[in-house]
């Protein structure tokens, strides 16, 4: 069993960036495929970036080049760096852990939310 617990979003104005992070607790993070969704409001929750156990990345075409999935296992973490920002970027982000890689898995975290806007 494994619990997650985001935590960096926040207010910020179009073009700026966040630092997402999601702490981990419990046993096999190490070994686990890990990644950030995200849902809008009226919209379906959708995959934004995954990184598997050996460090393989994924990253859904709307975010390429602006954002950067990343972890730590000493410290059972996972990093989400968000860089431009855009008003469409506003979301409730969650940390998931435990599927294949273009899948969730049965770990979330509880959300953060991420607002980007003058």
């Known amino acids: 069993q494994v619990q997650l617990v985001e935590s960096g979003g926040g207010l910020v104005q179009p073009g700026g960036s966040l630092r997402l992070s999601c702490a981990a607790s419990g046993s096999g993070f190490s070994t686990i495929t890990m990644g950030w969704y995200r849902q809008a409001p009226g919209k379906q929750r959708e995959l934004v970036a995954a990184?598997?156990?050996?460090?393989?990345?994924y990253y859904a075409d709307s975010v390429k080049g602006r954002f950067t999935i990343s972890r730590e296992n000493v410290k059972n973490a996972v990093y989400l760096q968000m860089n431009s920002l855009k008003p469409e970027d506003t979301a409730v982000y969650y940390c998931?852990?435990?599927?294949?890689?273009?899948?969730?898995?049965?770990?979330w975290g509880q959300g953060t939310q991420v607002t980007v806007s003058s």
């Open positions: 990184i598997s156990s050996s460090g393989f990345t």
């Open positions: 998931n852990g435990g599927g294949p890689l273009l899948q969730p898995g049965a770990f």
